[in-house]
């Protein structure tokens, strides 16, 4: 048998996609099992997965039409027996990427505005639940090849190199942090749609990191993110105390995954370095409401504080559902939304935990 796991949505997605990888090769264990995935981080999410045979990266958004099509039909000339579109992949173009590797079963969810295209890119789905985490949700495809899951437990899986671990323990001596309790702050979201929107404004957290020097200047903050938070990172160290903040640039995922694990407490809104931080049981784990919030990414088998934003109010699947579709509502309003949760709000629940 040849399995191919599809996770081309997000870094973080990715992570939702290895307790199916797990199971799949309990369940099948002398079958090839392969991923497919978009972005080099993702990639390296999976690079020393010992359940998988093979990692496929392309990414179809930034390179050519006639690159990407040759790229899938030599993973159409694998003739995969079964394919899995991991959730959360609801725009359609995930599936007829399955359609076009074409393994005779392509398996998927069935989102809030599936049709019947979909029943033609596709030929054996299940809902998805919005009352159920996406791991969860996730493992739900296995029954349409009539197997079950068969672990008690399950959780994110990332397996780090003692490279990884002795990177991490470098950085934090090169900076004498070691003795220092660290907060990781992760300023950025996903850049795909107009997730951008909802990110917490940067002046926010540049009041926040200030009054934390202010009342506990033993504190050091380590600013996670990559290219697209470098903007953000350089508005908060203009104005930040040089020992007190650190920018946490790394060479690779792994590396910042270990560092990651480092922290005593982490910061974020629901992005792929909430799911890190809980893959690696940072013990205090602080997530400001987004609209996109919902019980399906909320970090998985790890403790966490959510810190309420009032002008959702419950009303989640109002801004998004997976149906394809950006968050709903306007550039303006979206931004208002992410900046009621005040300063204030965010001290109050770092400050109990700290």
Not at 279 to 290: D, L, M
Not at 324 to 336: D, H, N, P, V, Y
């Amino acid at each position: 048998m040849k399995f191919l796991v599809i996770s081309l949505a997000g870094n973080g997605d990715t992570l939702f996609a290895t307790p199916l990888i797990h199971e799949l090769r309990i369940a099948f264990p002398e079958a090839q099992i392969d991923a497919f995935v978009l972005r080099r981080a993702a990639r390296e999410l999976l690079e020393r997965n010992p359940h998988l045979n093979r990692i496929h990266q392309h990414n179809l958004l930034t390179a050519g039409r006639v690159e990407s099509l040759r790229f899938l039909m030599r993973l159409r000339r694998e003739r995969y027996d079964v394919s899995f579109n991991t959730h959360p992949q609801s725009r359609i173009h995930y599936r007829f990427v399955a359609r076009l590797i074409g393994a005779r079963q392509r398996l998927s969810h069935r989102y809030d505005h599936s049709g019947w295209l979909d029943t033609l890119l596709i030929n054996r789905s299940v809902a998805q639940n919005y009352e159920r985490h996406a791991i969860d949700n996730n493992l739900d495809l296995m029954g349409l090849i009539g197997v079950k899951p068969a672990l008690p437990r399950h959780e994110y899986e990332l397996f780090l190199a003692p490279a990884d671990e002795q990177w991490a323990e470098e950085f934090l001596r090169r900076h004498q942090l070691s003795q220092r309790p660290r907060l990781g702050i992760h300023v950025g979201s996903g850049g795909t749609k107009n997730l951008a929107l909802r990110r917490w404004p940067v002046d926010h957290y540049v009041a926040l990191i200030e009054r934390l020097g202010k009342e506990r200047p033993e504190i050091a903050v380590l600013l996670f993110g990559g290219p697209d938070e470098e903007k953000d990172h350089g508005a908060i160290m203009a104005r930040a105390n040089p020992n007190q903040v650190f920018i946490a640039q790394s060479t690779n995922f792994l590396q910042t995954a270990a560092l990651a694990g480092k922290c005593a407490a982490f910061l974020s809104v629901d992005t792929a370095l909430m799911h890190v931080a809980a893959a690696r049981r940072v013990p205090r784990q602080f997530v400001i409401e987004t609209p996109t919030w919902n019980k399906l990414i909320e970090p998985y088998q790890n403790p966490f504080t959510l810190i309420r934003n009032p002008s959702i109010g419950g009303r989640h699947l109002e801004y998004y559902r997976y149906d394809g579709k950006g968050i709903r509502g306007s550039a303006e309003e979206l931004r208002r939304c992410m900046a009621s949760v005040s300063v204030e709000s965010v001290y109050a629940a770092l400050r109990e935990a700290l």
